[in-house]
């Protein structure tokens, strides 16, 4: 008797130890939206989590029992983190899932959604089955998500503090603008490639291109705290408040030192010298020879002040090793343009900085010769390149950072093959394109360029037209006086409904091809071609 009794007080225990662990090993999911007691329309938001002891394979959306999508899975989900502490790899796991679908592909009236998820034990389980009203006469407020800053605490901020997010809307959207305390402080740009996005809602391609960024001068705003709200607008004039942060604005002018961006040369690049061997290091200051190859050094550059000075870049130099050997003070013509010189036109960057000073005219552009300085006492091999920034009230950046780039300066003869390169302007990445389009870009070989082949998919599908004028090329490249435009016309009916990529490669006399580039590219045509 008394060993049956024990018996069962070690079972017992046993079991109560075992509960918990066995409750931890569950499936747990849930369908957060749409809501069934909210009329839907526009685009509908399907959203929500799960967990499994295995792996979750996929997540598919059904509505009326009819597949529509699979669902983006391993999105960040800390409420349930929270939720379910002790469940095994709950630290590490990522259990949301969201996806969408058009209204306007349903009749009015009620219909049934729900997700099934699957799991790597080959199960399939219906979670949220619910049923909502559409009502396509409705008009959907644009909707969206802040992602910098994050919605966690006061965020301080000094000088320029960007902005950036999505929003979308089915009638599309028309502005996105940035408030400070209720006032309109500026409008974001908009349009930006949002890929993710676009996987999260595919009913919708415009989801692709539905990023905004936006840089705001807070020198422009009293320091404390203030509220920062982000309203898209949509194109029947509609708007939705789609974030709201805190921002403690803290400016003096030790805080705001010149930024900017250094665009080329790229970290851990080739720079050839030509003309190396000709002795006798000349002391003579811009250091170029017009006779040896030229490697252009080009960025931007931007300064705020506090509200008193609006702030203003004073001078730009070009540091190799620390050293001092270009500045915005040589400047001068260099192959009969403007070189070595601040205050060169980048619409691009007014474009994204429209409010600060000097944004139309940020862009500085030197000509660094490698050959002169190895003739001057500079030794081939590694070497630490960067920009330093200074402003009028002398504080001072480094670009790209104070430790710069690492770059590798080598002596070659002068008929050497210097391999060409250049840059697609057309397609963007993850363009939707249909119908006949023109591709198009520009391609620059020091000696003679016999050709600009085009590849897509890894298939050769023909040679560009060359020798387009490009004046803008013509201005960054002021030592080659050719046209360097190139443009190819495709049918895209000829290439599926899906994504492509292309590739560039040149062809130059001596028979050596080099990529140029690849962009990545979507066709969206009705109809095939005959």
């Known amino acids: 008797m008394w060993r049956w009794v024990t018996r069962c007080l070690v079972l017992s225990a046993i079991a109560a130890l075992l509960t918990p662990a ?7 999911a849930q369908l957060d939206s749409p809501d069934p007691a909210v009329t839907q329309n526009g685009m509908i938001l399907v959203k929500g989590w799960a967990l499994d002891p295995g792996l979750v394979t996929k997540v598919e959306l059904y509505v009326d029992d009819q597949f529509q999508h699979t669902a983006v899975l391993n999105l960040p989900r800390i409420d349930i983190v929270e939720a379910f502490p002790t469940y095994p790899g709950i630290h590490q796991a990522r259990p949301g899932f969201v996806t969408g679908f058009l209204a306007s592909r349903f009749t009015n009236g009620n219909h049934t959604v729900e997700v099934r998820v699957y799991t790597s034990d080959g199960q399939v389980r219906p979670v949220g089955r619910r049923t909502i009203t559409i009502n396509n006469t409705i008009n959907q407020a644009p909707f969206g998500s802040v992602d910098i800053p994050d919605a966690a605490g006061v965020h301080n901020a000094t000088g320029s503090f960007p902005v950036n997010g999505w929003a979308a809307d089915t ?3 028309s502005r996105v603008d940035v408030l400070i305390d209720g006032g309109v402080m500026q409008s974001a740009v908009y349009g930006d490639p949002r890929p993710d996005v676009g996987a999260s809602f595919p009913d919708y391609p415009n989801a692709q291109f539905s990023g905004f960024v936006a ?33 403690q604005i803290l400016n ?17 690049a080739v720079l050839f010298g030509t003309e190396c061997g000709t002795g006798g290091g000349q002391n003579f200051s811009p250091p170029i020879n017009p006779q040896a190859h030229i490697t252009p050094v080009r960025g931007w550059a931007l300064d705020l002040g506090t509200r008193e000075d609006v702030g203003r870049v004073s001078y730009v130099e070009l540091l190799v090793d620390g050293v001092r050997w270009l500045s915005s003070d040589d400047c001068g013509q260099v192959f009969g343009e403007l070189a070595n ?4 036109p980048r619409y691009d960057v007014a474009r994204y900085y429209p409010t600060y000073p000097d944004s139309p005219r940020a862009g500085f552009f030197f000509t660094l010769d490698v050959g002169t300085l190895m003739n001057m006492g500079v030794r081939p091999g590694n070497h630490n390149l960067r920009v330093r920034v200074g402003d009028r009230e002398q504080t001072f950046a480094d670009l790209p950072n104070r430790d710069g780039i690492p770059v590798f300066f080598q002596c070659v003869e002068a008929s050497f093959d210097l391999p060409s390169f250049g840059f697609i302007d057309f397609p963007h990445t993850f363009d939707y394109v249909g119908g006949v389009v023109t591709f198009h870009g520009w391609a620059i070989d020091e000696n003679t360029l016999a050709a600009v082949e085009i590849v897509i998919d890894g298939n050769f599908v023909g040679t560009a037209q060359y020798g387009f004028s490009r004046p803008d090329v013509r201005q960054q490249y002021p030592q080659f006086t050719f046209d360097t435009g190139w443009r190819f016309t495709m049918d895209t009916r000829l290439l599926s409904n899906a994504r492509h990529r292309m590739t560039v490669r040149t062809l130059d006399a001596r028979g ?4 140029i580039g690849s962009v990545d590219f979507y066709v969206s045509n009705n109809t095939p071609a005959p």
């Open 22 to 28: 066995l409750f931890a090993q569950q499936f747990y």
């Open 171 to 173: 009638d599309g959207v």
């Open 215 to 247: 840089h705001v001068d807070t020198t422009r705003v009293q320091n404390g705290v203030h509220l920062l709200e982000i309203r898209a607008t949509d194109t029947l004039g509609m708007s939705k408040m789609i974030g709201r942060r805190q921002i």
């Open 252 to 268: 003096n002018d030790s805080f705001l030192r010149p930024f900017g961006y250094l665009d080329e040369p790229k970290r851990d």
């Open 341 to 344: 010189c601040y205050g060169l």
């Open 512 to 515: 050596h091809r080099v990529e």
